[in-house]
């Protein structure tokens, strides 16, 4: 009986060894794991400010190129177009008036 309570016993220790192992690969896998993943989510967020930094720099480079300074400047200096002054004075007619000198004139042509 002594040798079946020493294997028991032994056995028993195998058992828990065994267990206490898995248990200590299991912790260091799942650790393993877990840094794996805060490394990816940090290069995730620095991924994400560079973005949000490259939209930000070519708002401000379309803003910048779509000045109207810089267009007009442009214009006049490597196109050698001017601007024109605003109009002396402007005239309004009104359609009726329009209409009725239309008919004269056609009538004369008639």
């Not at 192992?21 to 299991?26: T, Y």
């Not at 490259?54 to 379309?62: E, G, S």
């Not at 050698?80 to 056609?106: A, N």
Request: hydrophobic share 45%; aromatic share 6%.
């Amino acid at each position: 009986m002594k040798k079946t309570s020493r294997i028991k016993r032994i056995s028993i220790i195998i058992l828990m060894l065994f267990a206490f192992g898995a248990l200590i690969v299991s912790y260091v896998a799942l650790k393993k794991k877990c840094e794996d993943l805060i490394k990816q989510k940090v290069w995730a967020d620095e991924e994400l400010k560079d973005q949000s930094i490259k939209t930000n720099n070519l708002t401000a480079r379309y803003q910048n190129l779509t000045s109207e300074d810089r267009i007009v400047s442009i214009a006049a200096y490597e196109l050698g177009m001017i601007i024109s002054d605003p109009p002396i004075m402007v005239l309004t007619i009104d359609k009726e008036k329009i209409s009725e000198l239309q008919t004269l004139v056609q009538e004369q042509y008639d």
